[in-house]
């Protein structure tokens, strides 16, 4: 009996301390999506042809800003690189200017081969609507420490939403179980070596969680080796909250068939 009690005690304050935990975790999330330079604001995202593009509010443009001048000018593609008005504005080594016209903010993007304009709108009608990030109740048993198994000179073919297709190095796979069976991800690279990016997919997809899947940033290795994979903490991709992102989708690896009942759900564009 005091076994049992001591075990409902433990979850008990594990829960209030994971709670207070990803409340602090959620604030940030928001704050980062809220932001100038967050999702939310996406108001556009236009492919370049090569040669002349024009911008503008008029629809007599190639691609029309909204509550813009009527005209706002040429984008130029050539060489790999993207002119604007005369200015140098992408450079194939992939430098790019923001360009602000009233509460408009565009800078040009590369996937793959091609050139696109991703327009900002701080006004925009995504980041008005937004009302905050539902998730599910922080859970011990999503809290897991998995196996690393290295993977030196791998690559990972990546499609993203748009349909194009790129390679991406994956340092390794992360290995782990779930009521007593055992599961693999491919790693992609995090913010340091130690660190691990995963893009990943589960039985919750299309109901109560979004349907290209989520993400998971892994922190560190712990003192024996395993990495922790901490599911409280999945989160949407961009394309959760906005038409006009271009986010990677999970491979075939990485489409469990397990129902993971933590993190971020989703409930389509706000």
Same mark, same amino acid.
């Given at each position: 009996m005091k076994k049992i009690l001591f075990l409902c005690l433990t979850m008990l304050a594990f829960?209030?301390?994971?709670?207070? &935990? %990803?409340?602090?975790?959620y604030a940030k999330r928001?704050?980062?999506?809220?932001?100038? +330079?967050?999702?939310?604001?996406?108001?556009?995202?236009?492919?370049?042809?090569?040669?002349?593009n024009t911008i503008g509010g008029a629809e007599s443009n190639d691609f029309v800003f909204p509550h813009a001048e009527a005209s706002l000018g040429k984008v130029i593609l050539q060489?790999?690189?993207?002119?604007?008005?005369?200015?140098?504005?992408? +450079?194939?080594?992939?430098?790019?200017?923001?360009?602000?016209?009233?509460?408009?903010?565009?800078?040009?993007?590369? /996937?793959? $081969?091609?050139?696109?304009? /991703?327009?900002? $709108?701080?006004?925009?009608? %995504?980041?008005?609507?937004?009302?905050?990030? &539902?998730?599910?109740p922080a859970d011990a048993k999503w809290k897991i420490n998995a196996k690393f198994i290295p993977?030196?000179?791998?690559?990972?073919?990546?499609? &993203?939403?748009?349909? /194009?297709? %790129?390679?991406?190095?994956?340092?390794?796979?992360?290995?782990?179980?779930? $009521?007593?069976?055992?599961? /693999?991800?491919?790693?992609?690279?995090?913010? !340091?070596k130690e660190d691990f990016f995963v893009v990943f997919g589960d039985a919750t997809n299309k109901t109560s969680t979004y349907g290209g899947g989520r993400f998971l940033d892994t922190k560190g290795f712990n003192p024996d080796? !395993?990495?922790?994979? $901490?599911?409280?903490q999945a989160y949407n991709p961009p394309c959760a909250f906005t038409p006009f992102a271009t986010c990677p989708l999970p491979t075939k690896e990485n489409k469990l068939i397990i129902a993971i009942p933590a993190g971020e759900k989703y409930a389509g564009h706000h």
């Open positions: 829960t209030a301390r994971s709670q207070e &935990d %990803y409340t602090g975790f928001e704050a980062s999506l809220k932001s100038e +330079t967050g999702w939310l604001n996406l108001a556009g995202l236009f492919w370049l042809k090569e040669g002349e060489n790999n690189q993207v002119l604007y008005n005369n200015l140098v504005i992408f +450079t194939p080594e992939g430098k790019s200017t923001v360009i602000s016209h009233q509460s408009l903010r565009w800078f040009i993007i590369k /996937r793959g $081969d091609k050139y696109a304009i /991703r327009l900002r $709108d701080l006004e925009g009608e %995504y980041l008005k609507a937004f009302h905050g990030i &539902d998730h599910f993977t030196v000179g791998k690559k990972v073919t990546i499609i &993203d939403i748009t349909g /194009r297709s %790129y390679q991406e190095d994956s340092p390794g796979l992360l290995e782990f179980q779930v $009521d007593g069976k055992t599961y /693999r991800l491919e790693a992609g690279p995090g913010e !340091t080796g !395993t990495v922790t994979l $901490d599911f409280n």
